[in-house]
């Protein structure tokens, strides 16, 4: 699990407006048959100690290549004026895209059982 950070927007909806620029890099056609190549979620984060701006928060369920190689066109996609980072997510914070990648690959959850 891994977030990319995309860092400095001046406001929630101007972060928020990159998202579907990012889905279209991430899933090129939205009418795929499941699962996606790199599966991914977004969030939002106060960006700095002022909390003055916007971080938008792109979960990849992937390795840490995949992650990086993801945090690339990404870093390109919202060009140079925008900070993007690469770090360990914690599986915890991102459960829903943890089920959907088990979900789509035909795996079990850790939580389920017999009566679940």
Known sequence: MYEIRIA???S???????QDPIKRLLCPDPDHAPPCEVPWSFTVADDGPDGGSTALVLGVYASEGEATRVAAQVRNLAGAGRAVAVSEGDA????ELVE??????????ERSGPGQ
Request: proline share 4%; hydrophobic share 30%.
């Open 92 to 95: 915890g914070e991102w459960e």
């Open 12 to 18: 929630t909806e101007e972060a928020l407006a990159l």
């Open 100 to 109: 959907q990648y088990r979900f789509e690959r035909g795996l079990h959850s």
């Open 8 to 10: 400095g927007h001046p």
